[in-house]
């Protein structure tokens, strides 16, 4: 079973989701393999906060073209973790 560290990859940090954190609720790139109930308790041990909701998503690669050569983005797992009220994470707040 793979560390808390390790469930979560990095914090995706964009306009929209920045948008997002007015109703509590914070992205973040996973592990590929990783369930909701292991998400859950991985951004509840590293940021000391308690989760209410998490949704998650496969985001596809997308096609690329670098004249006539064809290739792929990565493909990765993307969860949207909606809090309880009154709880913050400081590291997306700065």
């Known amino acids: 079973m793979p560390t808390p560290h390790q469930i979560i990859i990095r914090p995706l940090i964009t306009e929209k989701n920045t948008s997002l954190m007015v109703d509590n609720k914070y992205s973040f790139e996973v592990l590929r393999d990783a369930s909701k109930p292991e ?3 991985a951004v509840e041990t590293i940021f000391n906060v308690t989760v ?3 949704h998650t998503m496969n985001v596809r ?10 290739g792929y983005t990565r493909e990765w797992k993307k969860a949207i973790v909606t809090l309880v009220p009154g709880d913050r994470i400081e590291i997306f707040e700065s």
Request: aromatic share 0%; no cysteine.
């Open 61 to 70: 690669g997308k096609l690329k073209r670098r004249g006539m050569e064809t």
């Open 39 to 41: 998400i859950k308790r």
């Open 52 to 54: 209410a909701k998490v």
